[in-house]
Nanobody, 115 residues
Framework: QVQLVESGGGLVQPGGSLRLSCAAS????????MGWYRQAPGKQRELVAQ???????YYADSVKGRFTISRDNAENTVYLQMNSLKPEDTAVYYC?????????WGQGTQVTVSS
């Protein structure tokens, strides 16, 4: 069984920053892609950023230049540094990982950007 534990969400004012973390544990021999998705009320879940096993990163256009994804392979952890946050970034953020046993999702962490 693979578990993903997320942390770092919260309430922040527009222009502020947050850092999300997601740690994977369990019977994993290899982790491939690690990414962050988000789902706002009434909207579909969307890919925000993803990093491959080789370190190549992808960003949604809406977050380019503001968000940075990184991973620590030794700790099986992926991070999302979010700067210059906007109200439209408000959503539940989910960690998604593709690994040797398939794929797994985190439980989600709420990010609210409001003054």
């Amino acid at each position: 069984q693979v578990q993903l534990v997320e942390s770092g969400g919260g309430l922040v004012q527009p222009g502020g920053s947050l850092r999300l973390s997601c740690a994977a544990s369990g019977s994993i021999s290899r982790i491939y892609a690690m990414g962050w998705y988000r789902q706002a009320p009434g909207k579909q879940r969307e890919l925000v950023a993803q990093v491959s096993g080789g370190g190549n990163a992808y960003y949604a256009d809406s977050v380019k230049g503001r968000f940075t994804i990184s991973r620590d392979n030794a700790e099986n952890t992926v991070y999302l540094q979010m700067n210059s946050l906007k109200p439209e970034d408000t959503a539940v953020y989910y960690c998604g990982v593709v690994h040797s046993r398939g794929s797994s999702w985190g439980q989600g962490t709420q990010v609210t950007v409001s003054s």
